[in-house]
């Protein structure tokens, strides 16, 4: 409330008449040192909080930073994964995806899906760990040259040698139980041959590249168990010209199924066959 404002004269007549020992005059210079004293108060008040928040926004960001890497240990529920596989997950580059992934599998045994699982791409195996941890119960194929690309499916380079360094032996050596993994080493699609009648009930598609990409989609689509998810990497990158947006923008453009796109590390998408 301003007290300067206040029209003291209707004030004064009714509570204080003529008996009034203090006049209107002093009764205004009064209100205009309380007003005065008052604002004053709010500027240092104003000034404080502000110093405070100011205060309260650097202790936030100090805080950030600290908690920073448990975040996601926090901020994730949902799924309910184990405490090793948590720790598995939080432990590599991209827990959007491996937690995607996560839900994708616990879906599929909730709604008891049948079929197997396979990854195109495996590189050093450790996304195929993971889903292997997460869903021990079914077969998984690996597909990969174990070699790095083959040079005859590149479009933009003529060698591209990141993933060379590579081994069944290696990869084998990630899985304890090694029951329900099957390697599948060599060029794909050459390497599905005699799996024509097998169903799957989860793919990921990470081969990097344009023809491996529409290949494994020729290849494992038809083969899903209705309801069974389709997972492929690096569809929002730029990776390899844009080969797996290419690929699959291609292969489903007369199919009813759409992608989601997830914010995950590298751009990768997902589908659920119809
Ligand atoms: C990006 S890496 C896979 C990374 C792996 N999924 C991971 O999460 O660590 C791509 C892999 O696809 C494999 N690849 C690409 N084209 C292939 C093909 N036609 N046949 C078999 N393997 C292929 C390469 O050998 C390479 O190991």
């Not at 928040?53 to 949902?78: D, E």
């Not at 790095?148 to 060698?159: M, N, V």
């Not at 080493?185 to 390497?191: H, S």
Request: hydrophobic letters at 40%.
């Amino acid at each position: 409330m301003n007290l300067a404002e206040i029209d003291f004269s209707p004030f004064s007549r009714q509570w204080l008449g003529h008996r009034s020992i203090l006049s209107l005059a002093k009764l205004r210079r009064q209100a205009r040192t309380w007003n005065k004293r008052m604002y004053k108060d709010k500027v240092t008040i104003t000034r404080q909080m502000r110093g405070l928040s100011t205060f309260a926004n650097l202790g936030q960001r100090v805080l950030l930073k600290m908690i920073g890497p448990l975040k996601s240990q926090l901020v994730v529920r949902f799924p309910i994964v184990s405490p090793e596989i948590r720790a598995f997950i939080l432990s590599r580059f991209d827990p959007v995806r491996d937690f995607s992934i996560a839900l994708a599998l616990q879906t599929i045994k909730r709604e008891q899906l049948p079929g197997d699982m396979a990854e195109l791409g495996v590189f050093k195996g450790k996304t195929s760990s993971l889903i292997h941890r997460l869903c021990p119960e079914r077969r998984l194929y690996l597909f990969d040259t174990f070699e790095g690309f083959p040079a005859g499916d590149l479009e933009t380079c003529s060698r591209d040698r990141r993933f060379d360094d590579s081994s069944v032996e290696y990869v084998s050596s990630l899985f304890n139980d090694q029951r329900n993994i099957v390697f599948r080493k060599g060029y794909f699609p050459e390497t599905a041959i005699g799996l024509e009648n097998s169903r799957f009930c989860f793919v990921m598609l990470d081969a990097d590249l344009y023809k491996p990409t529409l290949a494994g989609l020729e290849f494992f689509y038809h083969r899903m168990a209705p309801g069974g998810y389709i997972f492929a990497h690096d569809y929002t990158s730029f990776e390899s010209g844009r080969g797996v947006s290419r690929a699959i923008d291609q292969f489903l453009a007369d199919k009813p199924e759409k992608v989601i796109e997830l914010p995950d590390t590298w751009g990768s998408v997902v589908f659920r066959k119809l």
